[in-house]
């Protein structure tokens, strides 16, 4: 199963769908009593396709995976690729490995046709804050086109608001470091993965910079060292 929450960025996609596959997280029982699995943000929310590869290997069967908006970790445009790769990757594995896929993003028209239309089965609509309608999606039999059929109205509240009434983790809430809830372990990878994401941003256009210097600086660098460019009095012509 494969369930796409598409909408303007700050309807809430991706707390939406991270609500919604922990209730699918499956059940165990330990000495006679039931219990859900814990949905555990670090191996079931991923930002890439290397990320999800990685714990779709992992994970137990049946553990729903959140693969998250892209401004995070990577480009739209390569996100998008990815993406595609992930999809067909459940559909490929879904015999063995049987994870259900979420997918935030802002419109289903951004994947490729045969993915958005043979692997996305279910689609939430956002127009508010976890707010929206939820379709079935199906192709039709006989033609090229994808049906939608009207399943219901949702609305979920804020994450653990049973718990936590703060309205958000952000901007920074001073327990956000410690805090154990679910949408607080989500706020800190996602932090962690944006700064490591402008870090590698950083030295890469170090990198850049270092490739464009003048024939000025390359003469002033080698007046400074001119043993290494002088050999008996005479300049080396290599």
Not at 109 to 131: A, I, N, P, S, T
Request: glycine content about 4%; proline content about 5%; some cysteine.
């Amino acid at each position: 199963m494969n369930v796409a929450a598409t909408g303007e960025a700050g309807v809430s996609k991706s707390y939406t769908l991270i609500f919604e596959a922990r209730t699918l997280n499956p059940i165990q029982v330990i000495d006679g009593v039931t219990h859900r699995y814990p949905f555990n943000v670090d191996k079931q929310v991923v930002f890439s396709y290397t990320e999800f590869m990685a714990n779709l290997m992992k994970l137990p069967a049946y553990m729903p995976i959140v693969f998250d908006e892209p401004q995070y970790a990577i480009s739209h445009r390569e996100w998008y690729k990815q993406v595609n790769q992930a999809l067909a990757r459940t559909i490929g594995s879904m015999r063995f490995k049987l994870h259900p896929l979420f997918l935030p993003i802002i419109s289903l028209d951004l994947l490729d046709k045969e993915v958005r239309d043979y692997f996305v089965q279910y689609q939430l609509m956002l127009h508010d804050r976890g707010k929206g309608v939820a379709y079935r999606l199906s192709h039709s039999e006989f033609e090229h086109k994808l049906m939608y059929t009207r399943l219901c109205e949702v609305e979920y509240g804020l994450m653990d608001n049973n718990i936590c009434n703060k309205p958000s983790c952000i901007p920074r809430c001073s327990e956000l470091a410690t805090c154990p809830l679910v949408r607080a372990k989500y706020e800190r990878k996602k932090e962690a993965i944006q700064e490591q994401r402008y870090l590698q941003e950083l030295e890469e256009s170090k990198k850049e910079d270092s490739k464009k210097i003048t024939q000025q600086e390359i003469i002033d660098f080698c007046l400074a060292i001119p043993q290494k460019f002088v050999r008996d009095g005479k300049i080396k012509t290599t």
